[in-house]
């Protein structure tokens, strides 16, 4: 199956599964220094890192 990609998604990389995205996300925050959270996009199928700050930790001051 074909999916029409957002064009945004282009310029980001795509995670499979949340399992990858997680894995990546602890390793980029070690080498980078940032917080990093993940989240699913409907447009690719995909999940894609961020380094903005989290819905609920925003809102609700949540931490995971």
Partial sequence: MVYKIWRQCGSKKRYRDEHAANKYRKIFERERGKKL?????????GFHLTSKESYLEKYYAVSF
């Fill in 37 to 45: 959270d993940y989240y699913w996009c409907e447009y690719c199928k």
